[in-house]
């Protein structure tokens, strides 16, 4: 065979063990020929070949980003309040009353984000604090979480959240000690009436899917996954697909149950939607649970109980009671869900969740056997030392996110909540890889991340600070990795989360050609540098589909 393009001068990190580095390489048909030195490879030229001298530069496998709700983002910053994760207070604020000058009459106003630390600036009724900015709009502003709404009255009203109503399962409605009416601040299901509001036309859809392509392939990403879908999503991406807007091979996680969809999906409902929107690069045999929700609203599950000054009732913590399924329905759910075939990522923050997940593996491999399906625990940030070794002895994947690992804008709320000795266990990825855990890189953005951006997290790993010095000193520096350890969790580790370790995540030849070109190899930058790379090329299919 002839190659149709052939990239040599390269230094080329393939991430396969039997050949890691590499100088040139050849493509046809949008797949990988050959690798290997440059005089081998370029005898692969024929008459319509086309030979591009790279010049020493940089190549390496197209990213996986495991966990990112892309279309969710992208209509954040399209069409919602969107400042930055470390902005103030005021500044907040100030955004609010500048889009509300925007507002159609009738229509809610989203957004956000607001921090922990925010709490004492909305007041003791933070209802009453954001009707003085909107008494007529509805507003509803997410934490930095997206677990957690702050609402003023209209928006309760709209979502037939009246001052009587009484708690709603699973979830939280903060009220006014004197009164008891909602006080405004809703956490997971409690949030859901709100949710449902936030809906966006098909037009704006097919804007935020460009956007997020855009984006990520900017980035380096030439795979992804979606962790929380539901039906438009789902029609959302296959349109995209068949479009030809979609550079990316993905994977969307079909919502089974959720604090957003608090109701329960029937199997039927999800297998419905796993044949329909399946297509040639959405893959849809994969479904999402939340176990438990996040430690700003006390709702994730901890073995131990919060912080006592934080408010919390320690004297009657109880880990189970905060799950937001039971240990039995974890397990039920699990095992039924493997048996149709279907890879499950779990919401899992709190140490007794993630314990209560791998729990349901359990269940579900003595019920079904080795199915072959590696279930995933998402964000897996608290995983307590002695459920290390089961992630292996299971086949579980820890999917690391969101970019808590490094000192960032959640860094003084985790430690008013949870106490220095639990901060400094978060996201112990030295200690994960030593257990033998097979490990996939997630930003969960735009939830508690500002960004997609990968490089940021790369750099996090392996120095445990933050890549631009926004935020001084380290979190567990002993937990920082090298840059050989932590590129598997961005490359082949995200492509046999995907199932298509066969297909991508490494360069091979028979592989997709899905490859990124940097200007400099990273093991010759410094951290900082690596947090602020600016791809020069990505290739996807053999095709560019972002250059510099």
Known sequence: MTADTIWFNARIRTMDPNRPLASAMAVSGGKILALGGDTDVLNLAGLGTETIDMGDKSILPGLVESHTHALWGACQELFEVNVDYGASYGELMAAVRSQLAQTAPGTMLTGGPWRHDMRADMGDNPRATLDAVSADVPIALADVTKHLLWCNSPALALAGLHDDI??????????????????????????????????????????????????????????????????????????????????????AHIVRQSPLVPEMIPYEEME?????????????????????????????????????????????????????????????????????????????????????????????????????????????????????????????????????????????????????????????????????MRVTYASDWPAASPDPNPWTGLAGMISRQHPAGAYSGSLALEQAITLDQALPLFTINGAQSLRMEDETGSLVAGKWADFIVLDEALETLAPAEIGAIDVRQTVWKGQTVFAR
């Not at 409605?173 to 601040?185: L, V």
């Not at 984006?215 to 929380?228: D, H, V």
């Not at 006592?308 to 189970?320: K, L």
């Open 272 to 436: 419905r939607w796993r044949e329909t929107y399946a297509s040639p690069n959405v893959r849809t045999d994969y479904a999402k649970l939340f176990l438990d929700g996040v430690a700003t609203g006390f709702t994730a599950s901890f073995t131990e109980p919060y912080q006592p000054d934080t408010g919390y009732d320690v004297a009657n913590h109880d880990a189970d009671a905060i799950l937001l399924l039971t240990p039995e329905e974890i397990g039920r759910e699990i095992t039924e869900l493997d048996r149709r075939g279907v890879t499950v990522k779990m919401h899992a923050v709190g140490d007794n969740a993630i314990r209560r997940g791998l729990d349901g593996i359990e269940a579900a491999r003595r019920a079904n056997g080795p199915s072959g399906l590696r279930h995933e625990i998402a964000h897996a940030p608290f995983v307590r030392p002695e459920d290390l070794h089961r992630f292996s002895a299971l086949d579980a994947v820890a999917e690391v996110s969101p970019k808590l690992w490094f000192p960032n804008p959640a860094t003084a709320g985790q430690l008013a909540l949870l106490g220095a000795n639990r901060v400094g266990r978060c996201h112990a990825l030295r200690d994960y890889l030593q257990a033998g």
């Open 166 to 251: 009484e708690d709603i399962e699973g979830g939280v409605i903060e009220r006014d000690p004197a009164t008891g009416a909602p006080n405004g601040i809703l956490a997971e299901t409690a949030a859901a009436p709100v949710r449902r509001l936030f809906t966006h036309s098909p037009a704006q859809l097919v804007d935020a899917t460009r956007l997020f392509v855009e984006r990520f392939n900017q980035l380096g990403f030439t795979a992804f996954k979606e962790p929380m879908a539901i039906e438009s999503d789902l029609q959302a991406y296959q349109a995209a697909d068949q479009r030809g807007d979609l550079s990316l091979h993905m994977a």
